[in-house]
C-alpha cells in the first residue's frame, strides 16, 4: 500500500489535468468598511482605492514612488548603514532575525525608501515610509534615509515630499530610536534654511515619534481620506480620561476640521495636487506674485507671506482648489482676552510659581 500511495497515486495525478486550479492567496481584496470584493488588479488600476467605499487601502513604498514620479521610474537615493542591532534586543525573537525577515518580504533595506526624479517635469526628491517593515518604526537606519533625503534635497535644491506611515518609534533600539526625532528635525531646519519647500503626505497611519517630529513640521500637511494621524491612539485616550471621543477622532478628515492638517486629497487626485504646490512654492509660478502682490510669493518655508496662509495664497493664484469646510463645522479660534485671563490668576506670579 505504501509504494501505490506514494508512487503510483502521484505519478497518476501528474499526467491528468488538475481538476481545482490553484488561486493564489492575495488575488481578491476584501474592503474593511464594506465588505466588498475587489479583484487585485482592479483594485491596483485603480490606484489602491476600493471604487464603492472610496476606502485607501495601505500602499507600499515602492507603489508610492510609482505613482508619484513620472513614468513611475526614479533613481534610489543611497543611504549609509546604520548599526543592525546596537543594544542586542531580544524579546520573543532576536531583534536582527525581525530585522532578516522584513528584509526579505519588502525588499526594502528599512522602513524608508528614498527616490529622486521628476514630477510633471520638475525634480523632486521623495522618502516613503513602508508600515509593512516593522510598522514603519523609527529607528536609525529610517531616521538616516530622512535625514539623507532631506539633505539631498538641499544639495539638488528640489522640493523634498515625505510619505508618513509609522506605528512610532521603534522598541528595539531604545533611546537610539528618539534621538532620531531630533535629528530630522535639524535636517527640516536645513530645509527652512535653503528656502526648499517641504511637502508631507500623512497616510494610514501615522502615529507615535514620527507624528511629534518630522510629519508635522512641513511647510504644507496633505491627509489621505481616513487615515488616523495621532500621537497616541484614540483606545488609549479613552482609556485615560475615561470619555466617550467624537466619532472618527483623530481621523484625517476630524483633523481638517480642527486645523491641524492642510486639505484632504483623495489619492486620485494626490499627484497633481502635489505638482501644483511645488510649482506654487518652488516660485516657478509668476502669476502668483501678479494677481497677490506679495513681493515674496516664492514659497512659505521659513518666511511670512503678508500674513496669509497657504489656501489664501493658493485659491489668489487658482492654482488649487482646496476643499473647504461647511461652515457649521469649523472650530473659531477666538483671541484670549487678557483681563479675564489674570483675573482668573494666569500667568501665575513667580511666587505662585516658586511655591
Excluded at 150 to 169: C, D, H, N, Q, Y
Amino acid at each position: 500500500m505504501n509504494w501505490i500511495s506514494n508512487y503510483v497515486r502521484p505519478k497518476i495525478r501528474s499526467l491528468l489535468p488538475s481538476s481545482k486550479r490553484q488561486m493564489p492567496d492575495n488575488t481578491w481584496v476584501r474592503c474593511p468598511e464594506s465588505g466588498q470584493m475587489v479583484h487585485q488588479k482592479d483594485l491596483e488600476a485603480n490606484q489602491f482605492v476600493i471604487p464603492g467605499s472610496n476606502y485607501h487601502v495601505r500602499m507600499t513604498a515602492q507603489q508610492r514612488f510609482q505613482q508619484l514620479f513620472d513614468g513611475g521610474e526614479y533613481a534610489k537615493v543611497p543611504v549609509q548603514d546604520t548599526a543592525q542591532d546596537p543594544l542586542k534586543f531580544r524579546d520573543g525573537r532576536r531583534y536582527t532575525e525581525r530585522l532578516k525577515t522584513d528584509k526579505a518580504t519588502t525588499g526594502l533595506d528599512d522602513a524608508v525608501l528614498v527616490g529622486e526624479g521628476w514630477l510633471e517635469g520638475l525634480e523632486i526628491v521623495a522618502a516613503a515610509q513602508d508600515f509593512r517593515f516593522m510598522g514603519g518604526s523609527l529607528g536609525m537606519a529610517a531616521g538616516e534615509a530622512i535625514v539623507t533625503g532631506m539633505l539631498r534635497a538641499v544639495e539638488k535644491r528640489t522640493p523634498f515630499i515625505l510619505f508618513a506611515a509609522s506605528g512610532g518609534a521603534r522598541m528595539q533600539e531604545g533611546v537610539l530610536s528618539l534621538m532620531q526625532m531630533p535629528r530630522t528635525t535639524i535636517a527640516v531646519q536645513k530645509l527652512r534654511e535653503t528656502r526648499l519647500p517641504y511637502i508631507v503626505v500623512l497616510t494610514d497611519p501615522t502615529t507615535g515619534g514620527v507624528t511629534a517630529s518630522y510629519a508635522m513640521l512641513g511647510d504644507v500637511h496633505i491627509a489621505e481620506p481616513g487615515a488616523l494621524i495621532c500621537f497616541a491612539g484614540p483606545r488609549v485616550i479613552q482609556q485615560t480620561i475615561r470619555e466617550q471621543l467624537p466619532e472618527g477622532f483623530q481621523r484625517a478628515e476630524y483633523l481638517f476640521e480642527h486645523g491641524m492638517v492642510d486639505m484632504v486629497v483623495h489619492r486620485h487626485n494626490l499627484r497633481a495636487t502635489l505638482a501644483k504646490l511645488c510649482r506654487l512654492m518652488a516660485g516657478s509660478a509668476v502669476a502668483t506674485r501678479a494677481s497677490t502682490g506679495a513681493e515674496r510669493a516664492g514659497h512659505l518655508n521659513g518666511s511670512a507671506v503678508d500674513g496669509r496662509t497657504i489656501e489664501t495664497l493658493a485659491r489668489a493664484s487658482d492654482v488649487i482648489d482646496p476643499e473647504p469646510v461647511e461652515e457649521a463645522r469649523r472650530v473659531e479660534v477666538r483671541p484670549v482676552d487678557k483681563r479675564d485671563s489674570e483675573s482668573k490668576g494666569w500667568p501665575p506670579s513667580r511666587d505662585t510659581i516658586h511655591s
